[in-house]
């Protein structure tokens, strides 16, 4: 019986994620793996292109489209392995890859693999040792979601809590539900590694047609904001979780080092889809903060001692 599903989400990319598909049994992938797909759309004709294959795969087709969270909630709902391995419809499988993670896992049990994920053959996300992942990490280990595997059973019991936030639209919870699992995992401290294979690689990069609940671009100002109101609130309901002592400091470590963020993520917002503004925003905010010394001494002072005290409590782990 084989131990890894790879699970496709897909939404209006028909002749793309068909030729993955197509890849996937020339490339004789389908001998190490299950192969699930699910069409959040769904696209008309992506069934006519997969009819040589649809009967050697599993796949789900929405009559409307429910969004990245709820498919990616899905997929786990419809594994049969015990491994599952989520990658994007416009990347590419690495066949041995697949071989060696297949034989990895058949000797060794983890909750969560962050595998080395390649674009235009240099490392994008990875390291080149088998080795814990610590909260510190999270972002650099889940953000981008194609080529982590997660271990089933361990993520089931997480789904009602995604689906929760998902109900209080939650919008980082909407984008990004592998960072909250893994956190989640992390916190009940389960085995979560990263792994050197490479299994995924940059494929077609189309561009992303995710929008946000409100039906704002993904990367707008607004959403941006709102993404990180949100992992705020995230981080106070993991304080309401059946949690260790240290597991509570912890989460409050990590909420204080993501305040830290708040003029980052808006920043980059602001120069992505306002580059006409985005001068303006720079220089502006250099002489209105130059007025006040005295407050931006004070605001340095204060950063730099929470940010040392929280990474400190976090390296304790």
Request: hydrophobic share 40%; glycine share 2%.
């Amino acid at each position: 019986m084989k131990k890894l599903t790879i699970a496709i989400p897909t939404y209006k990319r028909p002749d793309i994620v068909a030729k993955l598909i197509h890849n996937f049994f020339e490339e004789k992938i389908n001998d190490y793996a299950e192969i699930l797909l699910i069409d959040d759309g769904p696209s008309e004709d992506l069934k006519d292109k997969l009819s040589e294959v649809i009967d050697k795969i599993k796949f789900i087709a929405h009559e409307e489209n429910k969004g990245y969270c709820n498919t990616f909630c899905e997929l786990f709902e419809n594994c049969h392995t015990e491994y599952i391995l989520i990658t994007a419809d416009d990347d590419k499988i690495i066949p041995e890859g697949i071989e060696e993670i297949n034989e990895f896992l058949s000797e060794n049990s983890f909750d969560f693999l962050s595998t080395r994920w390649l674009s235009n053959g240099k490392t994008y996300r990875g390291k080149n040792e088998c080795i814990p992942i610590t909260l510190l990490e999270v972002t650099d280990a889940s953000n981008h979601a194609p080529g982590l595997i997660y271990k089933v059973e361990s993520v089931i019991p997480l789904l009602p809590f995604l689906k929760e936030r998902m109900r209080k639209n939650c919008s980082a919870t909407f984008f990004y539900p592998q960072v909250v699992v893994l956190y989640l995992l992390l916190l009940q401290e389960k085995k979560c590694y990263w792994h050197p294979n490479a299994s995924v690689e940059e494929g077609n990069r189309c561009a992303t047609n995710l929008l946000s609940i409100d039906g704002n671009s993904y990367a707008s100002v607004f959403n941006r904001w709102k993404e990180y109101l949100d992992f705020l609130d995230l981080f106070d309901n993991f304080l309401k979780i059946n949690l260790s002592k240290q597991s509570k400091k912890n989460i409050q470590a990590l909420k204080i080092l993501y305040q830290q963020t708040a003029y980052e993520r808006i920043d980059s917002a602001i120069c992505l889809n306002h580059k006409n503004i985005y001068m303006d925003w720079v220089v502006d905010s250099i002489f209105y903060n130059i007025k006040r010394p005295s407050v931006i001494f004070r605001c340095i002072f204060i950063f730099l001692k929470n940010r040392i005290k929280c990474k400190s409590t976090l390296k304790m782990v």
